[in-house]
Nanobody, 122 residues
Framework: DVQLQASGGGSVQAGGSLRLSCTISGFTSDDYAVAWFRQAPGKEREGVSCIRTRGDVTWYAHSVKGRFTISSDIANNAVYLQMNSLQLDDTAVYYC???????????????WGKGTLVTVSS
């Protein structure tokens, strides 16, 4: 079974940084797509960033471009989301999701982990 575990959330002041981690197990290949989504209170879930684990193809939402960096660590079956210059409206539950189709960024993801809460305060 494919399993994803997100971690690294917490509380931070505006302007601060956090790094989220997503550990992935169960894929038979090391070439797949991993995405971060977030859902803020009262809002719909939105895509934040996505990466193909091999080839370093990445995608970012406009709202986080230049502040967030996604990276993959194939050796450790992990994907990270470095979040800098955090803003109040980055507050949300962040989820990692994956798909065994490497080109799945921008499309639906088949596998989801539980979320990790990020709270940005002033």
């Amino acid at each position: 079974d494919v399993q994803l575990q997100a971690s690294g959330g917490g509380s931070v002041q505006a302007g601060g940084s956090l790094r989220l981690s997503c550990t992935i197990s169960g894929f038979t290949s090391d070439d797949y797509a991993v995405a971060w989504f977030r859902q803020a209170p009262g809002k719909e879930r939105e895509g934040v960033s996505c990466i193909r684990t091999r080839g370093d193809v990445t995608w970012y939402a406009h709202s986080v471009k230049g502040r967030f960096t996604i990276s993959s660590d194939i050796a450790n079956n992990a994907v990270y989301l470095q979040m800098n210059s955090l803003q109040l409206d980055d507050t949300a539950v962040y989820y990692c999701a994956a798909d065994d189709v490497p080109q799945a960024c921008g499309h639906g993801m088949d596998y989801w982990g539980k979320g990790t809460l990020v709270t940005v305060s002033s």
